[in-house]
């Protein structure tokens, strides 16, 4: 019998453009941002992805332009 993960457990992930729909900018953006290791993400093949989390934690942590 296998158990649901619990909310906590579970983790969202995302492609580069469903992440530039979310930041509002272009997906070469996000596709240089990860080239120049500027924003969290992983390789899985040829393909990036990244964790909704670890992307909310790392706005959270940018400074504010402004």
Same mark, same amino acid.
Do not use: C
């Given at each position: 019998?296998?158990?649901?993960? %619990?909310?906590? $457990?579970?983790?969202?992930?995302?492609? %580069?453009?469903?992440?530039? %729909?979310?930041?509002?900018? $272009? &997906?070469?953006?996000?596709?240089?941002? %990860?080239?120049?290791?500027?924003?969290?993400?992983?390789?899985?093949?040829?393909?990036?992805?990244?964790? &909704?989390?670890?992307?909310?934690?790392?706005?959270? $942590?940018?400074?504010?332009?402004?």
């Amino acid at each position: 019998m296998s158990q649901t993960p %619990a909310p906590q $457990d579970t983790v969202e992930i995302l492609s %580069a453009n469903e992440v530039a %729909a979310m930041l509002g900018v $272009d &997906r070469k953006t996000i596709y240089e941002a %990860a080239r120049n290791k500027q924003i969290p993400h992983r390789r899985l093949g040829r393909r990036l992805i990244f964790e &909704r989390q670890s992307l909310l934690s790392w706005l959270r $942590d940018q400074p504010e332009n402004g």
